[in-house]
């Protein structure tokens, strides 16, 4: 009875064995002596299975020392450098867990950082149209400029217009009122950015620094012994620094009205301007209709010569008539 190597075998073969202990030999000799080639190449085909199996488990086991090697970097990178919050354990889990923060985190700093470059075209396209703004105000400025400097006779001309002139002189004092107008508004603006580097900002500085030096002083004056004259030194410094304290605080206040101030003053100005505008459209029209009087004036003139000459041609035939 033929049977598999991995099958157990009953108890009835094996007894059956037993008895035929010899006649099996005599089988497995026959069977040898019939088929030597087979044995041989089986022999064969079973040495390279176990050489593969070899090399296999060979491969297997230097798979198996790098995956350790492997997990051995991770571990001590764990615990050498603990990224993981405290009571954690470094396992899988937490890890993964760890890493979906760590991505989701770097998701909501990623679209913030486009929120931020999306702001910051955003102030740079407004920025870009202020300037051009600012280039086309200026050049319109330079237009009118341009138109309110008329020629030499012409400018004569209508200066010796008395309500032109009038009306030039007001425009002129106007223009200068808002002139020095606008250079105090720039003094109080410039007034209002307080940084370091300006001028209030270095003296309030170098006032820093020599109540330091003399706080140094005091103190080495107060190891000396001199200690009421340094109480006493101590108290102005006291009140000296409460009324910076007060001033900057009042500066401070002041800002914040000059601030408000100088918004008013913008509105002014900008209003200024558009009156000043209206009164040179006035003024051009005033203009217009010095130059309609003008010309209705000459045709006039030019009607009345005509009737004269008119009558005196009509008035010689009479003359030679009476003379007749």
């Avoid at 049977?3 to 008895?19: A, H, I, N, S, V």
């Avoid at 102005?236 to 007060?246: A, H, P």
């Avoid at 003024?283 to 009607?303: C, F, G, I, P, Y």
């Amino acid at each position: 009875m033929n049977t598999d190597p991995g099958e157990k075998r009953p108890f009835g073969d094996l007894d059956d064995d037993d008895d035929d202990v010899f006649a099996s030999k005599k089988a497995k000799t026959k069977v040898e002596e019939s088929a030597p080639g087979a044995a041989t190449g089986m022999i064969l085909s079973l040495r390279e299975s176990l050489q593969d199996c070899k090399h296999s488990l060979a491969s297997c086991q230097v798979e198996l020392e790098a995956a350790k090697s492997e997990i051995e970097k991770w571990h001590s990178a764990f615990q050498n450098n603990p990224a993981l919050p405290s009571g954690t354990n470094p396992d899988p889990v937490s890890v993964v867990s760890y890493l979906s923060n760590l991505k989701s985190s770097e998701e909501s700093l990623k679209e913030q950082l486009e929120k931020a470059k999306k702001r910051e075209a955003a102030y740079i396209v407004t920025f870009a149209k202020r300037e051009q703004e600012i280039a086309e105000l200026k050049s319109a400025v330079r237009d009118l400029k341009t138109q309110l400097r008329p020629p030499s006779m012409q400018t004569r001309r209508l200066l010796l217009d008395p309500a032109i002139h009038e009306e030039f002189t007001r425009l002129k004092n106007l223009v200068e009122e808002k002139e020095k107008k606008i250079k105090e508004l720039q003094d109080n603006v410039a007034a209002v950015n307080f940084t370091p580097s300006s001028k209030l900002g270095k003296m309030l500085m170098a006032k820093c620094r020599t109540l330091q030096e003399e706080n140094e002083e005091i103190g080495a004056m107060a190891s000396e012994g001199k200690i009421h004259e340094l109480g006493m030194k101590i108290a102005v410094l006291k009140s000296q620094n409460n009324e910076l304290r007060n001033q900057f605080d009042v500066l401070y206040k002041h800002m914040d009205g000059v601030t408000n101030d100088v918004e008013r003053s913008n509105e002014m100005v900008s209003i200024l301007q558009e009156e000043l505008e209206a009164k040179d459209l006035e003024v051009a029209r005033l203009e217009m209709l010095s130059q309609k009087e003008a010309t209705h004036d000459t045709a006039v003139e030019e009607e009345r010569d005509e009737a004269a000459n008119d009558m005196n041609t009509a008035s010689d035939p009479m003359e030679v008539k009476v003379e007749s």
